[in-house]
């Protein structure tokens, strides 16, 4: 099997152009579109290309983000892996950490955390890759790029995956919205903190830094 490789088309785009770009590479002789497995050697060929997988087999390529929001993204990591060091209980991950949820779209949020116990379930070997679950707490921090619609959808799906909890910002409105299972989005105006509740328990994010 042999699986198309994106790197020369890169510099065809502008990195406007390239924002939420989609591929589809289908398999001619199975007519099917590409697996987690298949994605995980793709990456692995094109290194320098930041993408995901949807459950529809598309590859949306993802552009670096701007100073501000990256900036913003280490704040967030900073807060949330200084109160995971201290709690224990769970492993914090930034947006270089894929996973594949059980609807088969690998993602990779701008933070999550996730149970250990569920962690030490994979070999040593398995954690090498994509890990096959859905972290317990995922995180999405708006980019000026990104569509706030198409984030909303992607929290959804990471809700009726297995999430438990989930933070979608956005700093340019000051809004939080927060997912949990069985309820709509609550939204927060402005707030200085916001609560782990009883997932990340004992933890509040300090938005001071992020607005």
């Known amino acids: 099997m042999q699986v198309s490789l994106v790197e020369n088309l890169i510099p065809r785009f502008t990195p406007e152009e390239a924002t939420g770009v989609r591929l589809q590479f289908e398999f ?3 007519n099917r579109k590409m697996t987690p497995d298949e ?14 997988l949807t459950r529809d087999g598309e590859v949306i390529i993802m552009p670096p983000t701007g100073f501000e929001t990256s900036d913003k993204n280490q704040e967030i990591l900073l807060q949330l892996g200084n ?4 709690d224990k209980s769970g492993i914090v991950t930034g947006s270089d950490a ?4 059980p609807n088969g779209a690998v993602y990779a949020p ?9 962690i030490d379930e994979f070999s040593y070997e398995e ?3 994509f890990l096959l679950l859905c972290p317990d707490f995922v995180l999405e921090l708006r980019s ?4 706030l619609s198409k984030l909303q959808a992607k929290m959804d799906e990471y ?10 910002m956005d700093p340019y409105r000051k809004e939080v919205y927060i997912y949990r299972p069985s309820r709509e989005p609550e939204i927060l105006q402005n707030p200085a903190r916001v609560s782990g509740e009883d997932v990340l328990i004992g933890f509040e994010l300090d938005l001071s830094e992020i607005w």
């Not at 050697?41 to 995901?52: L, S, Y």
């Not at 109160?83 to 201290?86: E, G, P």
């Not at 000026?144 to 569509?147: L, R, V, Y």
Request: proline share 2%.
């Open 83 to 86: 109160w995971a060091k201290t």
């Open 127 to 129: 954690r090498q890759k």
């Open 39 to 52: 994605f995980w050697e793709f990456c692995a060929k094109n290194r320098k290309v930041r993408a995901e």
């Open 98 to 101: 894929g996973f594949v949820l």
């Open 28 to 30: 001619e002789e199975e």
């Open 159 to 168: 809700i009726e995956n297995g999430a438990r909890l989930g933070w979608l």
């Open 110 to 118: 701008d933070a999550a955390w996730t149970l250990r116990s569920r």
């Open 144 to 147: 000026p790029s990104d569509s």
